[in-house]
């Protein structure tokens, strides 16, 4: 069986107790709205490094994937590790402007992220 071309892995970031909270937050989204997510991932897994309107730098190691979904707009944070994708942080948007604590939540986590593998 021929292996696909990918550029990225993709892995889900993991706290210290073992949690994949964007795993935990795309299982609650409804069966479309995980296919639109998970087939933007996909794209960007194939096709690094991309820009806009897929994906958008946010701030130094942390990009986002912009979904556009029926009844919404998605984000997923991430940050590149050689050829993984660490997938930190997904919600759904309510506003035209990220909201501060979701960026303060992806930073956070993209902090532990690069600590904990040193």
Do not use: C
């Not at 210290?16 to 299982?27: M, S, T």
């Not at 995980?34 to 794209?43: C, L, M, N, V, Y």
């Not at 930190?88 to 902090?111: C, D, V, W, Y």
Request: aromatic share 10%; glycine share 6%; charged share 25%.
């Amino acid at each position: 069986m021929e292996q696909p071309n990918f550029i990225l892995v993709v892995n889900f970031y993991q706290t210290d107790a073992g949690n994949e909270p964007v795993r935990d937050w795309l299982r609650e989204l409804p069966r479309n709205d995980k296919r639109i997510i998970g087939e933007d991932i996909k794209t960007a897994q194939f096709g690094w490094p991309l820009g806009m309107p897929l994906i958008r730098k946010m701030e130094k190691n942390l990009w986002e994937v912009r979904s556009s979904l029926p009844d919404g707009i998605a984000r997923v944070f991430f940050t590149v590790d050689v050829n993984r994708m660490i997938l930190l942080h997904g919600f759904i948007k309510k506003s035209h402007k990220t909201p501060q604590n979701e960026l303060n939540t992806a930073m956070t986590r993209l902090g532990n992220y690069w600590r904990n593998k040193l």
